[in-house]
DNA sequence: TTGAAAGCGTTACCAA
DNA sequence: TTGGTAACGCTTTCAA
């Protein structure tokens, strides 16, 4: 049929028993080798046999018939949804990631986005992982959390504004985003301020703390807060900017920066002054808003640094049992520009 | 110590004889009952028996147990480089993944920044996946395609800009962005093009063949194309602006949005008038680009729909050693604004 | 210093 | 219709 022959055969996959075979020892002399395992004497001839058989036939070990007799296995298991996310989210999963790799742990990400949540839990647990990192955009119900901890998870974690009751805890709390920025435009002055709600699901995760963070602080600066839900279309800001007048607000906290230049270029086109009339603070302080005129204020968050959370991680495994814990990991400031 | 006891308890992981040991049946049966075996009669109580004992001990069956006793495993294993991608990149994988969802296999990304190539395939190898589709940001080569067929992978494919030799390849050919933008300037009465090439790690991977798209199409209209390296910084814009008149260019294609927006507002505040001084085409056609001012004519790309590539991974997978097949992925086409 | 053998959780063959 | 058993690839204990 379409059987070309290939440059790597189609051949059987190399054992350790194939190893040891070529290098003429046992299949227990070849793990000890290959393992570098000092409790057991082996003479240099001998290691290098078998080291030369085992590349020589291309030898991987099967990390499957590994952590099956070893009765547990280093996965760290990372639910992902997908989402078009931040520079900042980017750095932060792969340095938690490299992180990890340092203490030997294997880390997969498994796509879990339009599953329903015990059956993802389910298919993560068929994968015995030792932990389990789900960031708030993947749907873990306690549940869940049971499930994986039967299964042999020794640490389930959750990642993002809300705890799970039972899992662990790293808490990117959204709302002190929300309040830098509210705190921000008191302090120039402003007390009617609206809050862009995006109405698309992926930011509605944050989008709900942010507003709450937002009613904190103004109730604390006696300012008034109204919700402003906004399609990320052209034709909705337009909508909203049409009525803006009628709203009386004097500044707009707009979600992040894409949606501040969304609204703040609808504003302008619709007549409003920017700063003057209304002032506008995105969030991210991504390049965009710099390159806005006026230049955006934005709220910069920062995130804990990733090694002590690697090392975290690797303290929840090692000690399974240990009651649910929370780390907060989000700071906020808001950097001032020219639209406030 | 802290050995605080919680609600799941600290038991060993049930397995299937513990299943059958508690619906009074053997260990083969609850096989046949829980994996809908047809080839084998189970009578109705036995499987409502059967249902009901793993159900009660939360059973979750071992995936590492089952493929090492199958022989091989239904795994994809997708390499990633963690850039931070577009929505049409976040589209394409996601269908990509439901669609071998769909078909039973089980997709896991695995990061792979900052590993050595041969270090990497040896990594993804362990995991005996059945087959790997490697994003052109992971370094994949010959030796490293070895590794993996060897460990069994019944198809490995590159997804990206280049081909590698011996591996599938789903190809995004960026020359034909590139030479989408060129084709526009020129019927738009241009004949002196700038092409941005980011000095980014990231972007480079696409730019090479973006730029050679454009000098093709450029040779074909007798125009010159001219290579302007740029930094995703204000200042690398600002120092590029300031020198433009020198560069005797009446037309821009500037990699993608974002580099065009830094480019263009550089350009507008050294007084250079776009699009009548200098067109300027982006990339992408995001939202960013209809809301800047002048609005920017863009390159909209699409990728081939993912049910027929999820269809084209299973075949490759069921038909092992058949040639190398290139299968061309990516559609281009400029959408004109007012930028140009 | 090396080897033989058991066993991890599954499934498939063959008997009963 | 059901059960016993062997085998997948690996590590580790015990014996030589």
Redesign the pocket.
Same mark, same amino acid.
């Given at each position: 049929m379409s059987q070309l022959t290939e440059q790597p055969a189609e051949g059987p !996959?190399p *054992? %350790? @028993?194939d190893v040891a075979r070529l290098a003429g !020892? %046992?299949? @227990? *002399?070849v %793990?000890?080798v /290959?393992?570098n395992?000092t409790a !057991? $004497?082996? %003479?240099d001839p *001998?290691r290098r046999r078998v080291r030369e058989a085992a590349t020589e036939l291309g030898y991987v070990?099967?990390a499957a @018939?590994?952590s /099956? $007799? @070893?009765?547990h296995s280093r996965m760290v298991l990372l639910p992902t949804a997908h989402l078009p996310s931040t520079p900042l989210h980017h750095r932060f999963l792969h340095g938690l990631e490299s992180g990890l790799r340092r203490l030997d742990y294997t880390v997969v990400q498994y796509g879990s986005i339009g599953l329903d949540p015990d059956d993802a839990a389910r298919a993560w647990a068929e994968l015995r992982p030792v932990a389990v990192i789900a960031p708030g955009s993947v749907p873990l119900a306690p549940q869940g959390i049971a499930v994986l901890r039967r299964s042999g998870a020794k640490a389930v974690i959750t990642l993002g504004p809300q705890p799970v009751p039972g899992a662990h805890a790293l808490i990117t709390d959204q709302r002190e985003v929300g309040a830098s920025a509210v705190r921000h435009l008191l302090e120039r002055g402003r007390h009617r301020i609206g809050v862009v709600m995006p109405a698309e699901a992926g930011p509605a995760l944050f989008a709900g703390p942010r507003l709450a963070g937002a009613r904190r602080a103004a109730a604390a600066g006696r300012a008034r807060v109204e919700e402003l839900p906004l399609h990320y279309t052209e034709e909705s800001a337009a909508a909203l900017a049409a009525r803006w007048s009628t709203l009386g607000l004097d500044a707009v906290f707009a979600y992040d920066d894409a949606y501040a230049m969304l609204l703040m270029r609808a504003l302008q086109d619709a007549g409003i002054q920017v700063p003057e009339d209304t002032a506008v603070v995105g969030a991210d302080d991504s390049m965009l808003g710099r390159l806005l005129r006026p230049r955006l204020s934005s709220v910069r968050m920062e995130l804990a640094t990733v090694q002590p959370l690697a090392d975290l991680v690797d303290r929840l495994v090692r000690h399974p049992g240990t009651e649910p814990e929370r780390h907060d990991l989000l700071r906020a400031r808001t950097v001032h520009r020219e639209s406030s």
């Open positions: !996959v *054992t %350790s @028993a !020892v %046992s299949r @227990a *002399t %793990s000890y /290959l393992n395992n !057991v $004497r082996i %003479s *001998t070990p099967h @018939a590994r /099956l $007799r @070893a009765g």
